[in-house]
């Protein structure tokens, strides 16, 4: 090998590299813009109950599925956890905590995009 192409190769290499890393953070963020805000989420959560106070909203990942936990104060005595799903922003479960009552779950877990079935009154 030439003095020169060694000289070049590992210039070349860096703006692969540049380059490849470029592309990977293009591709999240494109991932990134395809998820609902945690405003969002929480305006979802509140519509859904229709009651309370939103505490905090969380992004977290369960099952593979993108989904924020979003806190919800009725009262000083009674507090929600809703599931927005990320993507879509269809609520995917609810749980009632009341002091010395936890854990009425009223939505079933949440499966992976596609599986999940919502019940609802009518049927």
Do not use: C, W
Request: zero cysteines.
């Amino acid at each position: 090998m030439n003095k020169k192409l060694k000289a070049i190769l590992p210039i070349i290499g860096l703006i692969l590299v540049v380059l490849i890393f470029n592309l990977m953070n293009t591709n999240a963020n494109e991932d990134a813009d395809t998820t609902i805000s945690s405003q969002e989420a929480t305006e979802i959560a509140l519509d859904y109950l229709g009651v309370g106070t939103a505490i905090d909203a969380t992004l977290m990942e369960e099952n593979g599925v993108a989904i924020y936990e979003v806190e919800i104060e009725e009262n000083e005595d009674i507090r929600f956890l809703v599931y927005v799903h990320a993507e879509t922003g269809d609520v995917v479960r609810m749980s009632r905590f009341e002091e010395g009552y936890e854990g009425i779950t009223t939505l079933p877990e949440i499966l992976p995009p596609g599986e999940l079935e919502l019940e609802t009154e009518d049927e």
